[in-house]
């Protein structure tokens, strides 16, 4: 008997400390969406991020960047509530902005979505392609 209670107490154990785990990780993440060819690499919890060939501006909670456009998103403030990320988004000159939440959809997609400010925009091609307010991204 004592056996049993050992074996189903280290059940529990384990199966809390994986889903603090996985709750630790949530805004961790590195997530792509493929067919605006756009990824965002995200510690909203440690703001440890730093983009790359933009070490002057520090440790930040994240940034957006494009595969065919060398400019930045960045993620300058973030506030978690819950399971929802409400976000503070900047290009990288500083002359556009905008409030987006981030929220993970369960099946390992999060989604962006804009809820006041400027369009996040990048260039594909020498021209702008604006991105829709709601973005859907995978988890990789």
Same mark, same amino acid.
């Given at each position: ?10 059940? @529990? ?11 630790? %990780?949530?805004? &961790? =993440? ?7 060819? =756009? ?10 991020? =730093? *983009? ?6 520090? /440790? ?5 960047? /494009?595969?065919?456009?060398? &400019? !930045?998103?960045? =993620?300058?403030?973030? *506030?978690?509530?819950?399971?929802? /990320?409400?976000?503070?988004? *900047?290009?990288?000159?500083? %002359?556009?902005?905008?409030? /987006? ?10 989604? @962006?979505?804009?809820? %006041?400010?400027?369009?996040? #925009?990048?260039?594909?091609?020498? !021209?702008?392609? #604006?991105?829709? !307010?709601?973005l859907v991204f995978k988890r990789k």
């Amino acid at each position: 008997m004592p056996r049993l209670i050992f074996i189903l107490f280290s059940l @529990l154990v384990s199966i809390s400390s994986t889903a603090q785990e996985q709750a630790d %990780s949530l805004f &961790r =993440v590195h997530l792509e969406n493929d067919e605006y060819q =756009v990824w965002m690499d995200l510690n909203l919890y440690d703001n440890d991020i =730093v *983009v790359p060939g933009q070490d002057i501006l520090g /440790a930040l909670p994240g940034y957006l960047g /494009a595969r065919r456009d060398p &400019r !930045k998103w960045l =993620v300058l403030e973030s *506030v978690i509530e819950g399971k929802t /990320a409400t976000l503070t988004i *900047v290009n990288d000159y500083g %002359s556009e902005d905008l409030q /987006a939440s981030l929220v993970p959809n369960g099946d390992g997609t999060y989604t @962006l979505t804009r809820l %006041s400010g400027s369009t996040i #925009k990048i260039v594909v091609d020498r !021209k702008w392609v #604006k991105l829709p !307010k709601k973005l859907v991204f995978k988890r990789k």
